[in-house]
T-cell receptor, first 115, second 112 residues
């Protein structure tokens, strides 16, 4: 199984709402990632978890809060978002290490609209 | 700083012709260079990758070349087909961290 799944596929939320994005992989990967992608732009790294610990936070505003409950799951908690946060949010996973296993596999994404 | 430059931003080729996309990177210690294809509304999909101990890699109609001295790498697609139309992103793994940096993308269109 080389699939990363994400839920929901689409999400519309108001600026005062609290919502969560979910990501799951069953490939035994130990690194998981959150990316944000705006239209016609490359994916922009937000967070990296390595062995269930946060290893990289790319200076993301605190209204985005990641969580890694176990090695297969990754959540992104959203609170008090702004309209400019509307984007495609992509989850990815990879094996850990600097040699083989660098390949990142992406989920289908959650299309988020903040109203 | 961390940077991957990608050219061209758009590319239109006749079906059956070849397409070439070029990228340069700034971190001389980068050791892994993947290429992703993203169709409209879909996820980025890894199509080929190359590691720094290899100069060229081929998979059917797709090939990637790496010049470590010049710090650039290229994607070559031969005998292009309509289904090759997509946005292609190059990327480079940053040596000092467990992350990859993406190029800005190339929108490839195949003319029938």
């Amino acid at each position: 199984d080389t699939e990363v799944t994400q839920t929901p596929k689409h999400l519309v939320m108001g600026m005062t709402n609290k919502k969560s994005l979910k990501c799951e992989q069953h490939m035994g990967h130990r690194a998981m990632y959150w990316y944000k992608q705006k239209a016609k732009k490359p994916p922009e790294l937000m967070f990296v978890y390595s062995y269930e610990k946060l290893s990289i936070n790319e200076s993301v505003p605190s209204r985005f809060s990641p969580e890694c409950p176990n090695s297969s799951l990754l959540n992104l908690h959203l609170h008090a978002l702004q309209p400019e946060d509307s984007a495609l949010y992509l989850c990815a996973s990879s094996q850990e290490g600097t040699g083989t296993g660098n390949e990142q596999y992406f989920g289908p994404g959650t299309r988020l609209t903040v109203t | 700083g961390e940077n991957v430059e990608q050219h061209p931003s758009t590319l239109s080729v006749q079906e059956g012709d070849s397409a070439v996309i070029k990228c340069t990177y700034s971190d001389s210690a980068s050791n892994y260079f993947p290429w992703y294809k993203q169709e409209l509304g879909k996820r980025p999909q890894l199509i080929i990758d190359i590691r720094s101990n290899v100069g060229e890699k081929k998979d059917q109609r797709i090939a990637v070349t790496l010049n470590k001295t010049a710090k650039h790498f290229s994607l070559h697609i031969t005998e292009t087909q309509p289904e090759d139309s997509a946005v292609y992103f190059c990327a480079a793994r940053w040596s000092s961290a467990s992350k990859i940096i993406f190029g800005s993308g190339t929108r490839l269109s195949i003319r029938p």
